[in-house]
Every structure is written in C-alpha cells, then in structure tokens.
C-alpha cells in the first residue's frame, strides 16, 4: 500500500505584525516589518493509506497547522504536499452553518460550500438526516438546535462525501457521548474500508482505543512517530515529567499578592469517630464526625461551610447546598473550630472522600478544608451492594 | 507587473472554473441575508423604495426644489442616479466585507477564496436588477417614457458589475487583513455619496471643479445611468470620459490583483 499523504520538508512560518495595517503595507515596501514564528519546522512524515493516525501534542505544538495544511486550507511557506485521495476536512464541526436556515436548508448550504454537487446532496440527503438523527428538529432553523444537534448535523454532512483521507480535528469534544460513540463508530466502518484518518485529540483514551499510529509533534518538530503505542509511550512520559517539573517550579513562580489563606487560614482537620478519637475508620450505621479550626484573619461578610461526599471512583453521593443559610458559620476575626456531624449515614462498605470548602457567595471566595480526604466504613453483616442503604417496606397478600 | 498579470488570469480562470457554484452560492447568500424575515428578498426593494420616498419628499416639498433638472421631473431625474448608488454603496460596504464575513470558507474549508466577492456582489445585484427594472417600470407609467438611449443601460449595467467586483475584491482583501480598511470604508461612504453628483447634478459645476469631481470613477457610472434614462446621451459620444473610466478600471484590476497575490496565501493564517 502506498502513501495517502506523504510530507517533506514542510516549513510553516506566520508572519506577524504588531498592527494589522502593517501588514497591508509591507505589501509596498521592500523590507519586511514582520516577526517570525515558526510553527510546523521541516516536517517529513508519511501517512501510509488505509492506517488511523493520531497526531499528538500540546496546544500549539503546530498539529492543527499541519492539519490545515493537508487540507489545502492554508498553504505551506517552504516543503511539499502530496495527497492521494479525496479529502474531507473536520476542523469545525459547526461553522458556516446560518442561525436562521432551517437543518435541511444547512445541509445544502454546507454542501454547496464544500463543492458537493446538488444532485449528489439529493441522494445523499436521507442518510445525512438518519446520520444526524434529530428527528423533526431537522426543518426548524438551526438556532433552535442544542450544540449536540449542530455537532451532529455537522459530522452527518462532512462524512457524506465518501472521502479517502479524512482529517479529525479535535471536533469529538463538543457534542454528548451518544453522539461520541455514532462518530466513533463511522469512523471504525471508515477504517475497515481501508480508508485514511488523521485524527487529533486531547484524550488519550480515544485514541489508544482507534488508532494505529502516531505523530507526536513539540513546538513544530516531530518528536517520534511510528506506532501508535511507542509514540504514545514516549509522549505520556513526556507529559509526566512536564507535570513533576511544573510542580516543582510552582511554587516559586506564583506568589499572589493576597494569598487565601491571609482571610481565612485553616488547620488541624480531622476525623472522628462516635466516642471522638480521631480515625478514618468508621462502622456502618456509625455517626461520622469532622472538625478543623479555621482563623478569620481579614473582616469576612459572612461564611457558611458545604461539604461533598464521593465514592471511590469520586461519583458524588452527596453535596451540601453551598448557598444554605442555616450553614453559616462564625466569620469574626479570630480562631474558631468548626465540627460537623453526618448522622448515622447509610453508606455501605467501602472507601468514600470527603472534600469541603467555606464560602463567602457574595465575593465568590471560597477556601478548601479538605480535598477528598479519604475513609472507609466497615460493615458486620452484607444487607446489600451499592453506596448507600435504601429503607425498604413490603406488603403482601 | 508580472505579478499581477499572472495573479488576474489565476483570480479568472478560478472564477470561470468555480462560475456554476459561485451562481449557487450568490443566491444562497441573498436567501441567507433575509432569512428569518417574512417578507424575504422584498427588503432588499422595500429599503431603498423607502430610502427614495424621503429624499424625494425633503427635496421636492421640504426644500421646494421641484424644478426640473435637464428637462426632467426632478424625482425622474433622481431615481437612475440613485438606484446606481444604492448598488454601489452595497458593493464597498458588504461587498468589500465580504471575505472577512465568509471567514468560515478560509479558515475551515477548502474553498476558492477569490470566488467570495464575486458571489457576494452577484447577490447584491440581483436585487440592483429588480430595482432598475421598478424604474423602467415608474418611467413609462409617469408618462415620461423611455427613449431608445434605455439600450445604454445594458452597457452601463455592465460598467457597473466590473467596477462593484473589481472594487469589492480590492477592499474585501484590505479589510481581511485589517479592520482598519474596513472602518474606513463605513466612513467614508457619507463623503462618496454626497460628492457624487447624485442628488445634484454635474453640469451645474464649472471649470477644474467639475473635472475632479467627473475624476470619480462613481460619478461616471451615476451620469451613465442618467443618460441611459433622461440625458439621452450616447456613452461612445462623450468617449474621452469613457476612455478615462476603463483606463482607471485597468488600472484599478491589476493593482487588485497584485494585492490579492501578495495577501490571499494568508488569509487563512489572519481569519
């Protein structure tokens, strides 16, 4: 099999000018006033036909320039194109779509833009409309449509031309999982017909799970490609250290003028049990107690505490109405201890979190006491499986 | 020179290759600029219909200026020169926005860029068309009639088109790459129109004062429209002013076009 897109020596430098009038003058002149930034920095790269590949990289590591390249959208400064194949090209999903027109006027719309021939768009009309799936919505005008919709209109119309590369940018992200999966799944027939995609996205997820190669591209340069799971090794290391380095430097690099903690400082949390020792260990049925101090150190208008339980896999099981007047607090200058006790909740086995947070709503402050604090309950006798305990009663004649 | 030479025969064949979707594309965009609205495309005539009514009634009762111009009732003599102006003014106004308002088919579509004014300003004409046509229709039911100089009409029609694509294409490119240009051309368009011998008329402007006003590339279309209606002037017997028009319009193209060479690469960079 050959090459679907095959790239050399590509070079992408935007020019760019403090005033924009500056630009339309250098037309005239014979120097050139603008600065230089290289975004795409000699790329070679070959797309072997019929592969789903995934171009990694931060924001502004040039893949959407690449992209738009390939495409035809913008045009390279130095290096060669070769593209093999009809392209279709999602860099939005949405755009270019009219407010006013109804869904079905749109379909023409978009197609005419993107050189579909009307009687092309005729026979293809249906399936656009079964694809996008939004039943009688489709003659109503497109402002009434939910970003779902417009999404799913959009990608309906885009994979109608039957293209041989198609280019994914980063357009899965807008839209509901419904809609995720349906373009996941087009995107798979796409595949198993040998077709060509490159495909950019933030989640590594998506795309350990659909591609077969990968690009990683830094600031412009190409910094492994190959298969997908060296590539993506190499890129999530690369992301780890990024992390640990950002960390390390953090501190030192932000230093607010006011920190929050010059209002409100708070100390000592904790957990307890019934008989109040301190533990994280609870039983079932078991009241569970916490307590922290706080210290007002500025004039605060009024404070109340929420509090946030989550399971393990931090799915909320419960979180106290943040705006709840009868939660408000002590917020006076000086030390305070604040203690709260869940009573008797009826979680089940297992390992819980416990975040919580003291609120000023008016100036949107807000200061965290506990981050999801880890603590188990333990449980004699097995009444049931799930988070929490539902009181039950039956009749029966 | 070479340049722009080479970038004209690009910006046609592209428009002569892409005619049909450009056709489909001006009247896609006459529906859209009306949409949502019930009376549609009748705007685009209910507007300046209004536009001519107040004018005709501040000039005529207001300021008792019903003489006759030339021969003719004065809003006869007034409507060819408006209607003219009406088209023109869209052609800068919408006309030279046009790449900057279909940004979409830059920057996110595979789309022959220098089609966009072309469709923009096609759809701006059709409704130029119906206009002129409601004004041969008042011509002959005032009683005034039409002479046979109505035949110039398709020749100035025609001057009218080139002139509203060729300036289009220019600012439209300008205003892509600056709001500057585009800030400009709103404000100028008040200065244009009144120093255009629109509600006033040329031949009352003596010596130097009316050669720079007749330099204006406008005001030879505003005459020409005139002279189709109620002047009954012949455009190949007044020649040297013709003559100056498609020098000035040669002129005008190769400059559009040598622009549009140097910026159209980075359209889709600026959008």
Redesign the interface.
């Known amino acids: 099999m050959g090459n679907a897109v095959r790239v050399s020596g590509l070079t992408k430098t935007y020019r760019l000018y403090e005033s924009s009038i500056d630009r339309a003058l250098d037309v005239f002149r014979r120097t050139d006033r603008s600065r230089k930034f290289t975004a795409l920095n000699n790329i070679n790269l070959d797309f072997p036909a019929g592969e789903v590949v995934a171009i990694l990289g931060k924001n502004g590591s040039g893949k959407s320039t690449l992209l738009k390249i390939i495409t035809g959208v913008a045009s390279q400064t130095t290096g060669e194109v070769e593209v093999n194949g009809r392209v279709s090209a999602m860099l939005e999903l949405t755009s270019g779509f009219d407010k006013e027109l109804s869904g079905e006027e749109n379909i023409y719309l978009r197609a005419l833009a993107m050189g579909i021939p009307r009687d092309e768009v005729e026979a293809k009309k249906q399936e656009i409309i079964d694809f996008a799936d939004i039943g009688t919505h489709i003659n109503q005008p497109v402002r009434t449509y939910s970003s779902g919709m417009k999404a799913r209109l959009g990608f309906a119309v885009s994979v109608s031309v039957d293209p041989d590369i198609l280019i994914v940018d980063e357009v899965l992200a807008v839209g509901d999982d419904v809609f995720k999966l349906k373009c996941i799944d087009k995107m798979q027939h796409f595949r198993k017909e040998g077709k060509t995609i490159l495909f950019v996205s933030h989640s590594l997820f998506t795309v350990k799970a659909f591609c077969t190669r990968g690009v990683w591209l830094d600031k412009g340069v190409v910094m492994a490609e190959g298969d997908l799971g060296d590539v993506i090794t190499k890129y999530e290391d690369f992301l780890r250290e990024e992390r640990r380095r950002a960390k390390a430097v953090a501190p030192k690099d932000e230093a607010p003028p006011m920190d929050k903690s010059d209002v409100v400082k708070i100390a000592g949390f904790r957990m307890l049990n019934q008989a109040g020792e301190k533990t994280t260990n609870f039983k079932y049925g078991e009241d569970v107690l916490f307590e922290f101090r706080y210290e007002v150190k500025r004039p605060v208008e009024k404070l109340t505490f929420c509090f946030t339980v989550r399971n393990a896999e931090y799915h909320e099981v419960f979180m106290a109405d943040k705006q709840n007047p009868d939660n408000t607090i002590a917020s006076n200058v000086g030390k305070h201890t604040l203690r709260v006790r869940l009573r008797s909740p009826n979680l089940l086995a297992g390992t819980y979190a416990l975040s919580g947070e003291l609120w000023n709503n008016e100036a949107a402050f807000y200061v965290g006491y506990s981050n999801k604090r880890p603590f188990t309950i333990e449980q004699d006798e097995f009444i049931g499986t799930g988070i929490t305990r539902i009181d039950y009663e039956f009749e029966n004649d | 020179m070479r340049t722009a030479i080479l970038s004209l025969r690009d910006i046609v064949v592209t428009n002569m290759k892409?005619f049909r979707?450009t056709l489909?594309?001006a009247r896609?965009d006459l529906?859209?600029r009306y949409?949502?609205s019930i009376l549609g495309i009748f705007w685009g005539i209910v507007r300046p219909m209004v536009f001519i009514s107040v004018y005709w009634f501040a000039i005529q009762v207001g300021l008792r200026g019903n003489q006759p111009v030339d021969g003719a009732p004065f809003l006869l003599w007034f409507l060819p020169g408006i209607v003219c102006w009406f088209f023109i003014s869209d052609a800068l106004t919408i006309g030279g926005a046009a790449i900057r308002a279909n940004s979409?088919?830059?920057?996110?579509?595979?789309?022959p860029v220098a089609t966009i004014p072309v469709f923009t300003v096609l759809s701006l004409y059709f409704v130029h068309l119906m206009l002129v046509g409601i004004v041969v229709v008042i011509f002959i039911l005032s009683g005034y009639g039409l002479s046979v100089y109505i035949f110039e009409l398709f020749y100035y029609t025609l001057c009218t088109l080139t002139f509203a694509f060729v300036v289009s294409t220019m600012l439209s490119t300008?205003t892509a790459?600056?709001?500057?240009?585009g800030h400009m051309v709103k404000s100028i368009m008040t200065a244009l129109f009144w120093l255009t011998p629109i509600i006033w008329s040329v031949d009352t402007l003596h010596g130097i004062v009316r050669y720079i006003v007749m330099l204006n590339p406008v005001c030879y279309l505003v005459q020409g429209y005139r002279n189709a209606f109620v002047l009954e002037r012949w455009f190949f017997v007044e020649w040297e002013y013709t003559v100056y028009f498609w020098v000035l319009m040669t002129a005008l193209t190769l400059f559009t076009s040598?622009?549009f060479a140097?910026?159209h690469?980075?359209f889709?960079?600026?959008l």
């Open positions: 892409y979707r489909d594309m896609v529906v859209k949409s949502g979409h088919l830059v920057t996110k579509m595979v789309y300008l790459v600056s709001h500057d240009v040598f622009l140097k910026l690469k980075e889709s960079d600026i």
